[in-house]
Structures are given as C-alpha cells and as structure tokens.
C-alpha cells in the first residue's frame, strides 16, 4: 500500500493533481545512473569516430539497418503496452493490465531474436571486438544495452504475474510504475543508440 | 478518473504512432545513404523529438516536478548536443 498523501494525489483528477514522479524515489536514482553511464559511452562513440569518420562510415553502411529499425518499432510498442498496463492498473482493471504486459514481453521477445540473428549474421562475417574500433563499439554497445532488455524482461513478467493475480489499483501503483519507469528507460536509450550507431555518418 | 484515463489514453497512442513514423522516417535516410551536416542534425532532432515524448508521456515526467523534468530532458539534451560536436568535429 502507498502512503496516505501519495494516493489522494494520484487519484485526484488528472489536472489537479500536485507534480509527482511516478514510481520509487529508489529507481529514479537508478535509472539516472543508467542514462549516465549510457550517455558517456554514447559520447565516447561519437569522438572516437571523429577521429575516424571514413572506416565508421563504411563499416555503419554495411550494418543491418532493417533489424535496428525493426527493434525500434518492437521497443517502441512494448514501451506503450506498458503504459498502456499502468493506465488499465490505475482505472481498477489490473487483469486486463496483465494482458498488456504480456504484449509487451512479446515485443521483448522479438527484440532478442532480432538481435540474435543480427549477432550470428555479425560473427559469421568474421566481425569481433577487435576487428576495428567501429565493431568495438557497435558490439559492447549494442550487448550493453542488450543486458538491459534481459533485466527489463525480468522486470515485466514479475509486473505481469502481479497484475494477473490484481494487485495493483489506483490506491498501488508503486511497484508497476518503477518497473514501467526502468522499461521505458531502457526504450529511451535506444531511440539515441539507433540513430547513433546505426544511421549517422 | 475514467474520463481521465481515456484521455491519456488517446494522448499516448498518437504518440505511439508518431514516434513510429518518425522511426520510419530515420530508417528512410538511412537507406538513402545521405551524410553530412545537416542529415546529421535532422537525425538527432529527430531522436531529440522522439527521446522527449517518451520522457514526458511514457514516463510520466510531465507530471513530475520541474527539477526531474529539468535533470531528464537535461540529459537528452545534453547527450544529444555532444554528439553532434563531436559529428562536426570529425567531418571528413
């Protein structure tokens, strides 16, 4: 149960409620220190390749752009199932709130087997850590985050079995909105990570 | 509170659909094989736009107070401007 003062401003019409962050204090700590790290290592892309604009350029042209744009749109989508789920959650329709999140695993799911494939097609053409600075980056970049998603996953399905089982209303939203909060975080990243990586040159 | 939720609702599926044609949009560039300055910029403006609706609706910052608001959209910008300073530094 969520105390007192915070469910009378979450249940108060939408436009009189007081600011709120929604979720734990705890995982909004969290989720700055991800977009930290995320944005140093987005930066240290891009001057690393300022010292090297040619090779970047060839070896990001020989990528597979149609997979990440591909995972953009199933981040995306699970991203608003989630909201979708929280919305379900805070009007007393838990269960139907479930289904959402299982949708939203689902788009998880394909996100995985998209990468998967994108990193078998990657090592059968030979391309390792050490092959260039570009697949140095465009790996341990990519399998950072990809560890994200594997934890977000995580995240969703416990959210799913709770929702299931209806323990969030209006008067609980804790536990969902700070799993829905890191999930969101995780789709955030990635909205840079594919342009970055993947498009400009 | 139903009405409300409704509402938010509709907001957040035309943001879902938006942000999957600026997505499209990205890829279409990509395929084209355009660089240079100004590919550059539309791009991250395009991952600025797309960064900013998930932060304020998904996130639900929109409703937070300013200081988060300001610490987020911060760092989006931030990350966003330092990538394209180093994009016109290295232009070949």
């Known amino acids: 149960m969520d105390s007192t003062a915070v469910i009378a401003a979450r249940t108060a019409p939408r436009s009189h409620r007081p600011a709120r962050l929604a979720g734990d204090l705890a995982i909004w700590f969290f989720i700055l220190a991800e977009l930290l790290a ?38 995306l989508t699970a991203s608003y199932f989630v909201v979708r ?63 994200h998603v594997i934890l977000g996953m995580v995240i969703l399905g416990a959210l799913w079995v709770n929702s299931r089982k209806g323990r969030y209303d209006a008067h609980n939203m804790n536990g969902l909105e700070s799993g829905a909060a890191y999930w969101h975080m995780v789709d955030l990243v990635w909205l840079v990570l594919f342009p970055l990586v993947y498009v400009i040159r | 509170m139903r009405h409300d939720i409704r509402s938010a609702d509709r907001r957040s599926t035309v943001l879902w659909v938006l942000l999957i044609i600026a997505t499209v949009l990205t890829w279409a560039v990509g395929e084209g094989g355009a660089g240079g300055p100004a590919i550059a910029t539309l791009l991250l403006g395009i991952a600025l736009l797309k960064g900013t609706a ?18 987020t959209l911060g760092w989006l910008a931030l990350v966003c401007a330092l990538i394209g300073l180093a994009y016109w530094k290295g232009m070949p």
């Open chain 1, 38 to 75: 995320f944005g140093v290592f987005f930066i240290a892309y891009a001057f690393a390749r300022a010292n090297n604009p040619e090779l970047f350029a060839a070896e990001q042209m020989a990528l597979n752009r149609d997979a990440g744009a591909i995972n953009t749109v199933l981040l």
């Open chain 1, 85 to 147: 789920a929280v919305h379900a959650a805070e009007a007393g329709r838990s269960p139907v709130g479930a289904r959402w999140l299982l949708a939203a695993l689902a788009c998880a799911g394909g996100f995985v087997a998209v990468k998967f494939a994108e990193y078998a097609a990657a090592f059968s053409a030979g391309i390792s850590l050490s092959s260039s600075t570009f697949h140095m980056f465009y790996l341990s970049l990519t399998f950072f985050h990809f560890m």
């Open chain 2, 54 to 71: 998930v932060i304020l609706d998904f996130m639900a910052i929109g409703r937070a107070p300013l200081l988060w608001k300001l610490i």
